[in-house]
């Protein structure tokens, strides 16, 4: 049970439910019920929380009572929520469905294969001169044994450089080195969480985070983003008082899946909430330096922290590369200590060379990642261009950063979509990757990292099967499909 969500909160789920498109002569009660599905369909309204009693929801949707009372019953037929007498009616999916996915996928090593699934760039030409001239750094280090658990000390120190050129003034010790993000995070969950400890994360999220968690057998609630607006402020804010979770782990920088960018507003009052309740929180950075359209990006969480609750995670893979797996914690002193102590039981150190290279890079990091903009605008505009043209009842919002756009589609047919692109040769990552309990099935992550060229052959391809789902027969995908 992940908590609470109150009348004012559902109504504003809500929205526009009962002058939905699409609604024609179905009574109130049909509608309000529909839109309730649609919203655990999606992710939005997480599994398991109480809904408020009807009295409360009629009086915040000003309705009558009968109507909520009757939706709630039709929700109870349809198997989405479990009541109890006295105590409360939760959300739940048919049959009680959860997924048991890992999250974790890999890319097959077919070249023929449009991968859509990763959303990672090619290395910037200006690997093999920074590899070449890290070879070059080499011998400094060859008289040492070559573990430094927390990294060399002259990656420390640009990792370091780097926030405080972020606004936010950080010292060396404040870093330790990790073999990529996804290692960072894995570290801060064995120092951070005990087993069936709750975690906090945004639904959508980065599916990858949500193995990290299932590794740790963490309890997980969920914050759902609006597709168009991201965080709604007062429901995050409330699901972290009434779940007082230990951990959040947050993206706030073109967050992947959806590309919102928490504004600075937000970001500073969701550190003094998770202060008040005393949670911790892991703010993943990966698609900081990623902005685009000249958008400015508002000062890192850990700037509004006076009290040692963010840990910043980040790395080379998004701007870099991912071969090179360099990543970085930024945390106090201590607790970087105390890190490197979990991460000796670990892999002991990160390979010195990798370090070397990634010096070489970050002391080029304006040139590389003002190229890198440029060919990742183009390239959203290219996959913006396409969908508009081949799919254009699906709906997007133009991400001002990072590397995916988070694409509602015109159905709960994600997986399915998947499925039947990988025979046109599109790898997809369908929309239930990025949640939990088989939601998010009207959604795909789309990144625009492949070539311009390639994004437009795989949309074309993707036009071709969508309209195949429907001409295979349109009664199957009615109902959201759940991945059991
Ligand atoms: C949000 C997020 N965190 C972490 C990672 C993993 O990054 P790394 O390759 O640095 O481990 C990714 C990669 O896609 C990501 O999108």
Do not use: C
């Not at 969950?189 to 990858?208: D, F, H, I, K, Q």
């Not at 740790?216 to 979770?245: C, F, K, N, V």
Request: glycine share 10%; no cysteine; net charge positive.
């Amino acid at each position: 049970m992940t908590g609470q969500v109150r009348g004012v909160q559902l109504a504003r789920l809500l929205g526009q439910w009962h002058a939905l498109p699409g609604r024609r002569r179905s009574p109130d009660y049909a509608a309000l019920a529909g839109t309730v599905r649609g919203l655990l369909a999606d992710g939005r309204l997480p599994l398991g929380v109480r809904l408020p009693a009807e009295r409360e929801l009629a009086e915040a949707l000003r309705i009558s009572r009968t109507t909520v009372t009757a939706a709630y019953r039709q929700l109870r037929e349809t198997g989405h929520l479990a009541s109890r007498r006295g105590a409360g009616s939760w959300t739940m999916l048919p049959g009680n469905h959860r997924v048991a996915s890992t999250g974790l996928w890999t890319p097959l090593d077919d070249r023929e294969m449009l991968d859509l699934g990763v959303a990672a760039l090619a290395a910037p030409p200006q690997l093999l001169s920074a590899a070449r001239a890290a070879t070059e750094d080499l011998p400094r280090y060859l008289s040492g044994a070559g573990y430094h658990p927390t990294g060399i000390i002259e990656l420390r120190e640009a990792v370091a450089d780097a926030y405080t050129a972020r606004g936010l003034p950080t010292s060396a010790d404040q870093i330790m080195v990790t073999s990529g993000t996804q290692h960072a995070l894995d570290l801060v969950l064995r120092l951070a969480l005990a087993p069936g400890g709750t975690v906090l994360v945004e639904s959508p999220t980065y599916p990858n985070a949500l193995a990290a968690l299932a590794g740790r057998r963490a309890r997980i609630t969920t914050h759902g983003l609006a597709a168009d607006a991201g965080w709604e402020p007062d429901l995050l804010l409330g699901s972290l008082r009434q779940t007082r979770p230990k951990l959040a782990y947050l993206i706030p920088e073109f967050q992947n899946p959806t590309g919102h960018l928490m504004p600075a507003s937000l970001r500073e009052r969701v550190v003094a909430a998770a202060h008040a309740v005393g949670t911790d929180l892991i703010i993943d950075e990966s698609f900081v330096d990623l902005s685009m359209d000249g958008t400015e990006v508002p000062p890192p969480v850990a700037t509004y922290d006076r009290h040692s609750r963010v840990v910043s995670i980040g790395g080379m893979s998004k701007p870099y590369w991912g071969g090179l797996r360099i990543g970085w914690v930024r945390a106090s002193a201590p607790q970087v200590q105390r890190l490197a102590a979990v991460r000796v039981g670990v892999d002991m150190a990160s390979p010195v060379l990798d370090q070397l290279v990634a010096v070489h890079l970050l002391a080029d990091a304006e040139a590389i990642v003002a190229d890198r903009r440029v060919q990742l605008a183009v390239q959203r505009d290219a996959l913006l261009g396409a969908l508009a043209h081949r799919l254009p009842e699906w709906r997007v919002t133009v991400p001002r950063g990072g590397v995916t756009l988070w694409a509602e589609l015109d159905g709960p047919v994600s997986s399915a979509l998947a499925r039947a692109a990988e025979e046109v040769g599109v790898r997809l990552a369908p929309g239930p990757r990025f949640g939990l309990d088989g939601t998010l099935e009207r959604f795909l992550r789309l990144p625009f990292t492949l070539p311009a060229a390639d994004l437009v052959e795989a949309v074309g391809r993707i036009a071709a099967v969508r309209y195949d789902l429907d001409r295979a027969g349109r009664q199957r995908w009615r109902e959201p499909a759940v991945i059991a």
